[in-house]
Nanobody, 112 residues
Framework: QTQVEESGGGLVQPGESTRLSCKASGAAIKLFATYWYRQAPGKARELVATISVSGETTYSEAVKGRFTISRDNGKNTVYLQMNSLKPEDTAVYFC??????WGRGTQVTVSS
């Protein structure tokens, strides 16, 4: 069964860092582009970062320079390294892979 599962969220203080993981099973995550989205309370889900099959990465303007998406083919996992976190980064973060498979999301709360 093809699926993805996010992990690594939690409560972090402004300015700190954390890393999210998107672990895939049932298929090789490297065969498709993978996306990280986030959804804050009362807001629409927004695309945060993308990694293509070839490894090219793109970011939203809101996170460019602070977040890094990467992939470990051996672990079948895509990561989102989040640095210099701000309260406005508070959201549920979702992984989307295999052309439409969504995880359940992981909560990231940035607060002092």
């Amino acid at each position: 069964q093809t699926q993805v599962e996010e992990s690594g969220g939690g409560l972090v203080q402004p300015g700190e860092s954390t890393r999210l993981s998107c672990k895939a099973s049932g298929a090789a995550i490297k065969l498709f582009a993978t996306y990280w989205y986030r959804q804050a309370p009362g807001k629409a889900r927004e695309l945060v970062a993308t990694i293509s099959v070839s490894g090219e990465t793109t970011y939203s303007e809101a996170v460019k320079g602070r977040f890094t998406i990467s992939r470990d083919n051996g672990k079948n996992t895509v990561y989102l390294q989040m640095n210099s976190l701000k309260p406005e980064d508070t959201a549920v973060y979702f992984c989307n892979a295999f052309e439409g498979f969504w995880g359940r999301g992981t909560q990231v709360t940035v607060s002092s």
